[in-house]
């Protein structure tokens, strides 16, 4: 995935999507935008920086996980988790250095607390009236909705683009039900999303083009989101 920061207008319409497509709990927030002052005093820029979880390459995440239910695939480099296996200990919550991941199972800042107007039913965390499909909701993704006393995070919605082999490509039009939904809500058209290794892809142009940069990069995770201005 490719960011234009340049783009980027931080309405936030990227959460609200990721939220709603992936049916989380107020304060589970799997897509975050935050915002910083760069720059010096009198000339200093306002500068939105939507946070996904990055899928790294080397995936602090996977190296901590007791029983490996977090995993990187290697058909197309996306970090999953199977909720089948996760223990709940979040480790890899503190392994993260990106801050994306998620613990829902927890008490609420404002009540009431969602999870009990919806309860759960058989292990469900809950049971809103919105959620995926059967079909979509699988555990070995995690996709939909999660166990009691698993951890969560940001899929580039797995549930949508496994439905399609890898293009160049997702055009958030043409390809509007096989790409996360956080590409189709952006309104300023500020992302991106295909695959990096082939030259032909826009993500792969963009970020030849503009030139890019990845979080933290000093730390040697290799995110695959990259941020272009």
């Given at each position: 995935?490719?960011?234009?920061?340049?783009?980027?207008?931080?309405?936030?319409?990227?959460?609200?999507?990721?939220?709603?497509?992936?049916?989380?709990?107020?304060?589970?927030?799997?897509?975050?935008?935050?915002?910083?002052?760069?720059?010096?005093?009198?000339?200093?820029?306002?500068?939105?920086?939507?946070?996904?979880?990055?899928?790294?390459?080397?995936?602090?995440?996977?190296?901590?996980?007791?029983?490996?239910?977090?995993?990187?695939?290697?058909?197309?480099?996306?970090?999953?988790?199977?909720?089948?296996?996760?223990?709940?200990?979040?480790?890899?919550?503190?392994?993260?250095?990106?801050?994306?991941?998620?613990?829902?199972?927890?008490?609420?800042?404002?009540?009431?607390?969602?999870?009990?107007?919806?309860?759960?039913?058989?292990?469900?965390?809950?049971?809103?009236?919105?959620?995926?499909?059967?079909?979509?909701?699988?555990?070995?993704?995690?996709?939909?909705?999660?166990?009691?006393?698993?951890?969560?995070?940001?899929?580039?919605?797995?549930?949508?683009t496994d439905r399609k082999e890898m293009t160049p490509d997702?055009?958030?039009?043409?390809?509007?039900?096989?790409?996360?939904?956080?590409?189709?809500?952006?309104?300023?058209?500020?992302?991106?999303?295909?695959?990096?290794?082939?030259?032909?892809?826009?993500?792969?142009?963009?970020?030849?083009?503009?030139?890019?940069?990845?979080?933290?990069?000093?730390?040697?995770?290799?995110?695959?989101?990259?941020?272009?201005?």
């Open positions: 995935m490719a960011i234009d920061l340049a783009k980027c207008v931080g309405c936030q319409a990227c959460s609200v999507a990721c939220s709603m497509e992936n049916t989380r709990v107020p304060g589970e927030n799997w897509h975050k935008v935050i915002f910083m002052n760069e720059g010096e005093t009198g000339t200093k820029k306002f500068t939105w920086y939507p946070r996904p979880c990055q899928h790294c390459t080397e995936a602090p995440c996977t190296k901590v996980c007791p029983v490996r239910a977090t995993r990187k695939r290697k058909e197309d480099g996306v970090v999953l988790i199977n909720w089948y296996k996760c223990l709940g200990c979040r480790y890899c919550v503190m392994a993260c250095p990106y801050g994306v991941r998620c613990y829902p199972e927890v008490k609420p800042l404002l009540e009431p607390d969602i999870k009990e107007v919806y309860h759960g039913r058989r292990a469900k965390l809950w049971d809103p009236p919105y959620q995926l499909s059967r079909e979509e909701q699988d555990g070995k993704r995690g996709t939909g909705i999660p166990p009691k006393g698993v951890v969560t995070k940001c899929t580039f919605c797995a549930h949508r997702r055009d958030p039009v043409k390809d509007r039900d096989f790409t996360p939904a956080c590409v189709i809500a952006c309104p300023a058209s500020a992302r991106y999303f295909g695959d990096i290794d082939n030259p032909e892809s826009e993500v792969s142009k963009r970020v030849e083009r503009k030139g890019a940069y990845r979080l933290r990069e000093e730390l040697g995770t290799k995110p695959q989101v990259f941020y272009v201005k």
